[in-house]
C-alpha cells in the first residue's frame, strides 16, 4: 500500500477531493445568500442592489479555483 504524499506533492485523488469540496461549500453558500436576498426583496429593504454588487464584486475578484487550490497546497 503506497503511503500518501506530503506538502505539495499531494495525490491527484485528493486535490480532487479538496476541489470537490470546495465547490460544494460554494454551492451551499450561494443557496443561503439566494434565500437571504429574496427575503430581503421582499421586504423591499433598500440595500439589496448593494448586497447583490458586493456578492458579485467578490465572486468576480477571487482567482479561479484550481489556481486557490495550487496556491495553498491542496
Known amino acids: 500500500m503506497q503511503k500518501p504524499r506530503q506538502g505539495s506533492e499531494c495525490s491527484c485523488a485528493r ?3 479538496r476541489i470537490a469540496f470546495n465547490v460544494m461549500l460554494d454551492e451551499f453558500a450561494i443557496a443561503a445568500m439566494s434565500e437571504a436576498i429574496a427575503a430581503l426583496r421582499e421586504a423591499n ?3 439589496v442592489p ?3 454588487h458586493t456578492i458579485r464584486t467578490h465572486r468576480i475578484g477571487q ?3 484550481k489556481w486557490s ?3 495553498y497546497g491542496f
Open 15 to 17: 486535490l480532487s477531493d
Open 45 to 47: 429593504d433598500p440595500a
Open 50 to 52: 448593494d448586497l447583490e
Open 63 to 65: 482567482p479561479p479555483l
Open 69 to 71: 487550490a495550487l496556491w
